[in-house]
């Protein structure tokens, strides 16, 4: 039979199968396969599993797929986008699953944000990162050179540190580029804390100033401490200051006018260096408190005291938190409060209380390593280190998940000067906030040691 023909005689075998009943069908079928060879049984078997084959993310409905979909790891819906050119345009439109995705490896999650592309690409993005962390290669280190005495003061603010030294100076530099913004003469600073116009000191000298950047002028000199002021920290809208001491008290200044508004006496030790005087807002609710009241902590080698901010001379402590009542396990430095949770680390671990009813929540054990201090608190992720490590815990496993290595250039965690830089990302990493500063230390050769995130690559 020649071809045209054949193929007439087949479209109109075909129009009148197409007809038949699904019996009829079958028995057509039945008719044929029997009066088949071997080479055509031989061909039907070859060709039926695969006409049998149905791609069901073709065939679904698009919202019964995402369903389905939703059940499936990450790494095996990458594998899948491989599949058919069908099934990656499915699978890269399915929001929901990419948005999980990225929530599962502690990252910041814009619901708002519509676009599947988009949280796939965040998603490749996010794995990538994860990786440099647990291959700890997700920093670079750098150094800031110009003081030429010992540096014990640092405080970091949008990108810019600032250092106060024995060299009877202050410099603030801008962290991306290295290069010093301003320099001024001072007195030898404990501790600073700066914003765009002022800078404020505490001094071994015993006394606190207020300094302007743009002329190097002292604006303020608060006088009344008998010992080192280790801690600052100040309300511009309170128009309040704060300074903790190695006299064990903690004082209460007017900014503006520099005299002294109250005397808090308690404190058994000093009152520490690195954030141990903190002036926030509080936003929850308790007997003692309301939200939106600011409330002032000061921390001592073993207690953390809360105090009310007021004018009144007999200001009394609202509450004493501790983690031993025998004072036989010290706090490290650095105190975290966001205004509804207090963080401290001791040689047990971390220790959180929830600031409305003063209950510890929770302490987290790390005994794999011993007297780890607390840098950074947040939602997903904790900084800690020690004077070996920096280490990122991710707080809903409490397990260790980066390290990164410091130089040894310390005797004790009390006695150097350390901070934490960026803190957005330990609330989840969002893509973009994995830039900047992490840690910055004084070094013995008057250098500051900076710790920076990594570019992506």
């Not at 995705?101 to 944000?113: E, P």
């Not at 801008?174 to 007195?187: A, E, M, R």
């Not at 939106?292 to 073993?302: C, M, Q, R, V």
């Amino acid at each position: 039979m020649e071809r045209k023909d054949f193929e007439t005689w087949l479209d109109n075998i075909s129009v009148t199968f197409l007809s038949l009943t699904d019996l009829q069908k079958n028995e057509t079928l039945d008719h044929l396969i029997s009066l088949s060879g071997a080479v055509q049984l031989r061909h039907l078997s070859n060709n039926l599993e695969a006409l049998l084959k149905r791609d069901f993310l073709k065939l679904l409905p698009l919202e019964l797929s995402f369903y389905l979909l939703k059940w499936l790891d990450p790494q095996t819906l990458l594998t899948c986008c491989l599949v058919s050119k069908q099934w990656n345009k499915v699978i890269s439109a399915c929001t929901e699953v990419w948005q999980t995705a990225c929530k599962n490896l502690g990252w910041q999650i814009d619901d708002s944000v519509q676009d599947a592309l988009h949280w796939k690409k965040v998603y490749l993005k996010a794995i990538l990162r994860m990786k440099q962390l647990e291959d700890h290669e997700a920093f670079e280190t750098s150094s800031l050179i110009g003081h030429s005495a010992r540096v014990y003061a640092l405080y970091y603010k949008d990108g810019l540190l600032c250092t106060g030294s024995d060299d009877l100076s202050a410099k603030l530099w801008d962290v991306s580029t290295g290069q010093c913004v301003y320099g001024i003469q001072t007195h030898t600073c404990a501790a600073v804390k700066f914003d765009e116009q002022k800078l404020v000191t505490g001094s071994f000298d015993n006394t606190v100033a207020c300094w302007e950047w743009s002329s190097g002028a002292r604006t303020q000199h608060f006088r009344g401490h008998t010992g080192a002021v280790f801690s600052v920290d100040y309300n511009d809208e309170l128009d309040i200051l704060v300074s903790g001491s190695a006299d064990f008290t903690v004082k209460v200044w007017a900014l503006s006018a520099g005299t002294c508004l109250n005397t808090l006496t308690g404190h058994t030790e000093w009152v520490t260096k690195n954030k141990d005087v903190v002036l926030q807002k509080c936003k929850v609710k308790s007997l003692l408190h309301s939200p939106g009241d600011y409330i002032l902590l000061s921390a001592d080698k073993y207690e953390i005291k809360i105090w009310p901010i007021g004018r009144e001379i007999n200001c009394k402590c609202l509450k004493t938190l501790s983690v031993s009542e025998d004072r036989s396990i010290c706090l490290q430095p650095r105190l975290h409060f966001d205004g509804k949770y207090i963080v401290c680390s001791s040689a047990l671990g971390l220790y959180q209380w929830d600031f409305a009813s003063y209950d510890i929540l929770r302490v987290i054990k790390t005994p794999e390593i011993a007297n780890l201090a607390l840098l950074g608190f947040g939602d997903i992720f904790a900084l800690l280190f020690d004077n070996r490590y920096l280490y990122i815990m991710d707080l809903r496993t409490e397990s260790l998940i980066s390290r990164w290595p410091l130089p040894e250039y310390r005797k004790s965690k009390r006695g150097s000067s350390f901070l934490a830089g960026e803190a957005s990302w330990l609330n989840g990493l969002d893509g973009h906030n994995d830039t900047g500063l992490v840690f910055a230390t004084s070094m013995p050769d008057h250098s500051i040691h900076l710790v920076l995130w990594k570019e992506h690559g």
